[in-house]
């Protein structure tokens, strides 16, 4: 298994400008979800999902849309890339959502820079 | 809602010294309780889980963790540090809705030096 995988791994933007993040993991997991590290701040949730066809907001979901058409897939899009926006952003996989101990798999990030 | 504070965002060890990182949590339900570890330019890795098994858990890389529900924390340690340990550490707990969400603490960095 490859586990969680992103791309691209840096990405720079200018401000307006916008893009797609990629997640994809090979495990069946049912839950992805979508994180933004920043200093200082730990880890922030910004999009989860259940399943396929089911999203919904985390705690900073502003400026970011997300879908989930397959249970491999679980992109992050970027509408309108803002300074603000520059991060670390960690996509995560669990096997389960209805467990609340389940672990959670994580990628190997994208470093994003918006000028 | 639940939340996680880490005191310490940097904290300094000599190679073979005992490492505590605290963690305190604030639930209203019986937590579901994680430490994470990020190396440089890496993902987060899972350490260790406290499921209400046992109070006391033990992890990967000799750490463990003791859950005190009378204290609400979950402090991090390992008896000797190793200078691979060096690293960023991730309290987080499990969010009472119906998905396994997490809420991260702020980290706190790990430094052992020679």
């Known amino acids: 298994n490859a586990g969680v995988t992103q791309t691209p791994k840096f990405q720079v933007l200018k401000t307006g400008q916008s893009m797609t993040l990629q997640c994809a993991q090979d495990?069946?997991?049912?839950?992805m979800s979508w994180y933004r590290q920043d200093p200082g701040m730990g880890l922030r949730l910004i999009h989860y999902?259940?399943?396929?066809?089911?999203?919904d907001q985390g705690e900073v979901p502003n400026g970011y849309n997300v879908s989930r058409s397959t249970t491999e897939d679980f992109p992050l899009r970027l509408l309108s890339a803002a300074p603000s926006q520059t991060s670390v952003y960690f996509c995560a996989s669990s096997y389960s959502w209805r467990q609340k101990q389940e672990t959670q798999y994580f990628g190997p990030g994208t470093r994003l820079l918006v000028l | 809602a639940q939340s996680v504070t880490q005191l310490g965002s940097h904290v300094s060890v000599s190679e073979g010294a005992l490492v505590l990182l605290r963690c305190n949590y604030s639930?209203?339900?019986?937590?579901?309780l994680f430490w994470y570890v990020q190396y440089p330019n890496q993902g987060l890795q899972l350490l260790l889980k406290y499921t209400s098994a046992a109070t006391l858990v033990k992890g990967i890389n000799g750490f463990e963790a003791e859950f005190k529900k009378s204290e609400t924390s979950f402090h991090l340690t390992k008896p000797s540090a190793h200078m691979s340990d060096a690293a960023e550490y991730f309290c987080?707990?499990?969010?009472?809705?119906?998905?396994?969400?997490?809420?991260f603490g702020t980290g706190t960095r790990l430094q052992v030096t020679l």
């Open positions: 495990m069946n997991h049912e839950y």
């Open positions: 987080a707990v499990s969010d009472g809705g119906t998905a396994s969400k997490l809420t």
């Open positions: 999902s259940v399943g396929a066809g089911i999203t």
């Open positions: 639930s209203s339900v019986p937590p579901y």
